[in-house]
Structures are given as C-alpha cells and as structure tokens.
C-alpha cells in the first residue's frame, strides 16, 4: 500500500508556472507507475500525464503536451509536475496517481492509489 500528498499548488497568472509534488510513503514506490489527474468543477475527472516505473516512458494529455513535464526520484519517492505557460482552462484540483499494473495508462481506473489533491488557480 501507497500513501500519496501533494504539494505545491496555488494562484498564478496566465503564461505562469508552478511545479507540483507528490511524496509518496513505503518501500514499493519504484514499482508503481504514477500519473498526475485533474478535475476542474463540474467537469469529470481527466488524465494529464504519466510516467512509467522505470522512468523510461512518459504519456501526455494532448492539451499540456510541451507545456508539462513529469519526472520522478525513485530515491526520494517523489514525483513531480513541471508546468509552463499556464492557461485558465489548467485551473483544477490535480491528483497524484499510483498504479501497480505494468506499463503507463491514461485511465484513472488503472490507478488504485489517489492523493487529496493540491488546487491549481490560473488568473487571466
């Protein structure tokens, strides 16, 4: 089992950046994939990126493709989202995501352990 906190979300303007973190707890964290969720209110949840155990293969939402980064420290047990020139439409809660099945996935029912969720609020 996997416990998930994110950090590092707040209010930027457009064309912004912030960086946000995900502290993963236990021994395991290099065998699981993660991903990075966001739901925005009144709108289902969707998937933004995702990162393989190994670090080798990445997956990207067509709308953050170029903008976001993911990367992770399986040192640290830590993942992260690096993201760049923000929109208003990026405004959500964002969710770290773990999931022990092999290989990266955009569904979030892949993924059985789920963060709180940190809000991320572009101004325009």
């Known amino acids: 089992q996997v416990q998930l906190l994110e950090s590092g979300g707040g209010l930027v303007q457009a064309g912004g950046s912030l960086r946000l973190s995900c502290a993963a707890s236990?021994?395991?964290?290099?065998?699981?994939?993660m991903a990075w969720f966001r739901q925005a209110p009144g709108k289902e949840r969707e998937f933004v990126a995702a990162?393989?155990?190994?670090?080798?293969?990445?997956s990207y939402a067509d709308s953050v493709k170029g903008r976001f980064t993911i990367s992770r420290d399986n040192a640290e047990n830590t993942v992260s989202l690096q993201m760049d020139s923000l929109k208003p439409e990026d405004t959500a809660v964002y969710y770290c995501?773990?999931?022990?099945?092999?290989?990266?996935?955009?569904?979030?029912?892949?993924?059985?352990?789920w963060g709180q969720g940190t809000q991320v609020t572009v101004s325009s």
């Open positions: 990162i393989s155990r190994s670090r080798i293969s990445t």
């Open positions: 236990g021994r395991t964290f290099s065998t699981y994939s």
């Open positions: 995501a773990a999931s022990i099945v092999v290989g990266i996935s955009q569904i979030p029912g892949r993924y059985t352990y």
